[in-house]
């Protein structure tokens, strides 16, 4: 867990044995507290006890848990990366990241989490794919109860698209699509169900 005692010792230039004559206790019994104190089973105050017989204070703090310390994407991150595979002309990848960083969302348990995901994102160079990864994440915030930051809302694209790697779908598959497709995408010019927003 950590090495207070010992890094302490060390940067005093003192044993074992110097610190258990300070302490009033054997050498074994130093041993025995950096060993718990490495195992993370140690008790603050004897931890606070030794570090003070060294010279030293022992100081905690305690930080919000953030999205990235869960393995969990942001927007901000989730559009890096995005970015990143359409720049490899990948489609494909960026419509799995953008369904993974939504998946991401709904993992996030604390307001704190939540804000984290939301922060503003640098926009996408193509602006299909940033208004649909702008319509993804106020969507995922619907309908998980939080209000949409305003950096969701974009004005509808100027010819309907389908998102993925394909961008000549027939006519008669996009009009299967639109029959199921949601209706926050639609208004703003995107086909896509929600089936294909979770499971791509």
């Keep these: ?14 044993s074992i044995y110097d610190l258990a ?3 009033g206790v054997t050498a074994g019994a130093v041993s025995q507290l ?10 603050v105050a004897s931890l606070e006890r030794a570090l003070a017989a060294l010279g030293e204070n022992l ?25 990143s595979e359409l720049s490899a002309s990948d489609p494909a990848a960026a419509l799995r990241l953008t ?4 998946d991401h ?45 305003r950096w969701t809302k974009r004005p509808p694209l100027l010819h309907e698209w389908v998102p993925g790697p394909d961008d000549t ?4 598959y996009v009009d299967f699509l639109r029959i199921d497709a949601e209706p926050e995408f639609l208004e703003r010019g995107i086909v896509i169900r929600e089936r294909d927003l979770n499971a791509a």
């Design 1 to 14: 867990m950590s090495d207070h005692i010992r890094a302490a010792r060390n940067r005093g230039g003192l």
């Design 21 to 23: 004559a300070s302490l």
């Design 34 to 43: 950096e060993q718990s104190e490495r195992a993370g089973t140690i008790k």
């Design 59 to 83: 100081h905690t703090s305690t930080s919000r848990i953030t999205m990235a310390q869960r393995n969990l994407m942001t927007a901000r991150t989730a559009a890096r990366a995005i970015e």
């Design 99 to 102: 369904i993974q960083a939504i």
């Design 105 to 149: 969302f709904h993992r996030a348990s604390s307001d704190n989490e939540i804000q984290d995901f939301l922060k503003k994102p640098a926009p996408l160079a193509d602006e299909r794919w940033d208004t649909f990864f702008a319509t993804a994440v106020g969507w995922g915030a619907t309908r998980r109860g939080v209000t949409p930051p």
């Design 169 to 172: 779908y027939s006519p008669g």
